[in-house]
């Protein structure tokens, strides 16, 4: 009977063996399953980050478009600003040119309203001497 039982522990030896090396076997397909689901898992990560990447270099590329297209426009303006403080300066300086014109002629037209002045006095005078020269 010992042999019977010696029979039996090997040959639940061996079953239990086989199992071990199935389940072994099973753990190493199910790793080998997970890291093929990693490496997709992975693969998909990479290819979102890729699309990712691609989405903030167009945007990125956009941005500095609308960029330039500012600085153009500031440049713009900046040019039509310096322009119009040229334009003020000149209308100043011709406005001071203007005033002393201005100046001049009326100090013109006070002098010849005064000499208008003498010259009626004169008028007078002379017509005055006539009217008694007729009466003489």
Do not use: P
Not at 81 to 98: F, M, P, R, W
């Amino acid at each position: 009977m010992a042999k019977k039982k010696s029979t039996k522990k090997v040959v639940k030896k061996k079953t239990t063996a086989k199992k071990t090396v199935k389940r072994q076997k099973a753990a190493g397909a199910s790793a080998k399953v997970s890291s093929i689901v990693s490496s997709v898992d992975m693969e998909g990560n990479h290819s979102l980050l890729r699309e990712a990447l691609g989405d903030i270099a167009k945007e990125l590329n956009q941005l500095r478009v609308e960029k330039q297209e500012l600085e153009s426009t500031l440049d713009n303006v900046a040019g039509d600003i310096s322009s119009t403080q040229n334009k003020e300066v000149q209308l100043k300086e011709q406005l001071s040119k203007l005033g002393s014109v201005e100046n001049a002629l009326t100090l013109k037209r006070t002098r010849v309203r005064k000499k208008l002045e003498s010259v009626k006095t004169k008028i007078q005078k002379v017509r005055d001497l006539s009217t008694k020269m007729e009466n003489i």
